[in-house]
């Protein structure tokens, strides 16, 4: 998941697996959830993304494990 401050999209599949898997879909990452970039760190990670009205920091190496379609 790369997306630019204020940008949003659409999850549509999680490549994570085991432990991680599962708690990213505990926040509520899951096909169909729109994600919205709300701030970037000024070193580039972790960037806070709001899912489901809460604000969620994660890590890139995380979030590259999210893949979503941008929303049109």
Do not use: H, W
Not at 27 to 43: D, F
């Amino acid at each position: 998941m790369n997306l630019k401050e204020g940008e949003r999209a659409r999850v549509s599949s999680l490549l994570s697996r085991g432990s991680m898997r599962r708690r990213l879909q505990d926040i509520g990452l899951i096909e169909g959830t729109e994600v919205e970039c709300v701030q970037k760190s000024p070193a580039g990670d972790p960037v806070a993304y709001r899912i489901r009205g809460a604000l969620i920091a994660l890590r890139s190496e995380d979030s590259s494990n999210i893949l979503v379609a941008c929303n049109g």
